[in-house]
């Protein structure tokens, strides 16, 4: 027996006042639809506003050539809604037919926009911005039965029991304690260790045994490592496993409000992972030459369209691949360079790499610190670098059109050189200079001696704090480029395409990074970045959701084309170099219309832009 009643306790009629949910409730009626049958016409009038108790409904876009599942731009299902747009605006554009048979609350229009107008909160619910509109594309787009892995939490999934053991406690007992636990390691008490404990592996306790020579008898705590990596419970399983990646470990103490809760082990959360990333990450590692990087590199590209066929959020993706390109860079540079070049030199990825923004390789953007004392002749240096170079485009790394690679002098210098070029560019206010300053912004360290990288990266924000003339040039490049909307606010293209870097990405991009310069953030992320500026009360948090969205919208648009570039050319090593176009034409109503959206918030970003920082147009 179907009710009549509507469930007001939900989003969006919990909204509602007490009266105006007994006028929704006196009004609402019971539809019925057979499968296949219209449910509203495009074009025609709408009988009012459709909540869906059982059964799916298909939205129909019938201005776009091709088959049906060209035209069919969203699906709704049991607890939908539908037809606001359609009521709203008096007219219908598309069509809405039962998918299976179907039975809705139906709410009339009249009724529907009295509440509209009468309530400012309800109201606000159906004219959504692009943030809200993200939402509903993630839900649309991922496949049929994928699984969201971005949102699974570490408390929800794979936290084992820690093994807490006295720092007396004997080798021989530890084993047996983590033996009868099945686990790999134990938290061993120290007051003077991070979070008043310390970490000892199974491994740790073979080396001490066999290698070491300890007697079983030795207390535990002779052995034991002081710096836990840690973990929030309520942090992303995503997130645990890119950690891991970057400081290539196996596993995580996972917190909850200063206490320990449990262990995370990387075999755990690959469990819920796709097995790719593991192998990934396993097969850079072992690797001893140049040739088995390449081939872990190939397996970098399958990894991406496992990631995106699996509907893993555009975010994630970017951070798990940048964290696995950077081991590659990284793992290159260990096994190129004799010891002694390691300890005084810190290799760096620039722009979107550093970032942590990059998914298919584009080009290498690169840098190296070099220590003032370092004596390394230019017979050596320059043959030693060059190679490293050729050896980087070999595994996939193609070469960069600005020569912005650690061959090129100009950014192979030592720390001095640094200083002084760096101090240059702020006093020369060239847009290629400004560029160059901002690529440098967004180094992340990989290989190396990283307190000289660290040491450079905190000289160079401090030495820019307080420079509103340099920062309004620094963010002049972001009005060079118009944003391409129509007179009527609509996508404008060519034949070629929509080039979406210049367009979105890179405005918003280097946008925030002049914000995040003018208010001292060092975070190089955009996401991140936008966060603390938000935080900060450098920007609305409207705002600053919206420009998640639009990024995260043009990073997955660029994804697709770059994806279908690849398949095209039949190339999985990394050689084909994407461009950055898309196809606008090609996309469906639902990704069009977000696409405008997100370019209006540019558009708006901009205009603020240009006040907040005073820059000219």
Known sequence: MVSEVLNTSIPPFDLLSHEQIETLQQSVSIAYFQAGQDIIAAGGNPEGLYIIIKGKVEEYDESISGTRDDQRVAQYSEGDLFGSLAVLKGRARDKYQAFEECICHLVPARVFIDLVHDNPEFRHFFHKGLATMEKQRLRLTVPQGADDFSLVRIRDSVLRDPLIVAPSTSIADVVLAMRDAHIDCALVECESCDENYGLVTGTDLLDALALDGLARETPVETITTRELITVNASEFLFNALILMTR????????????????????????????????????????????????????????????????????????????????????????????????????????????????????????????????????????????????????????????????????????????????????????????????????GHFVAGNKALYQGLSHWAHDHMRGNDIFLAHFAQPVLSFGVPLTLFGNVKSDSQGLDIKKAGIFPLVHGVRSLALKYRIRQTNTYRRIEELVAAGAIHERLGRNLESALSLFMQLRLQTQIEQLEAAGTDDGSQVTHNRIDVTGLNRLDRDLLREALHVIKEFKEWLALELHIRG
């Open 247 to 442: 400081k290539h470990i196996k596993r995580v103490v996972v917190m909850d409000h200063g206490e320990v809760v449990g262990v995370s082990e990387l075999t755990d959360i690959l469990s819920y992972l796709t097995g790719q990333t593991h192998l990934a990450g396993v097969q850079i590692e072992k690797a001893k030459t140049v040739a088995e990087l390449a081939d872990a590199s190939r397996a970098l590209h399958a990894l991406i369209r496992t990631l995106n066929a699996k509907g893993v959020k555009i975010r994630f993706m970017m951070e798990l691949l940048a964290a696995l390109n950077g081991r590659l860079v990284a793992k290159l540079y260990e096994i190129s360079m004799p010891s002694e070049v390691l300890e005084n030199t810190a290799l760096t990825v620039l722009g979107s790499e550093g970032r942590w923004e990059q998914i298919v390789k584009t080009d290498q953007d690169n840098a190296l610190i070099i220590a003032d004392d370092f004596v390394w002749p230019d017979d050596v240096r320059i043959p030693l670098l060059n190679q490293f170079t050729e050896d980087l485009i070999s595994i996939g790394f193609p070469r960069c059109p600005g020569n912005i690679m650690v061959s090129n002098p100009e950014w192979a210098q030592t720390i001095s050189a640094w200083k002084a070029t760096m101090t240059a560019w702020t006093q020369d206010m060239s847009e290629a200079s400004q560029m160059n300053m901002a690529i440098s912004l967004d």
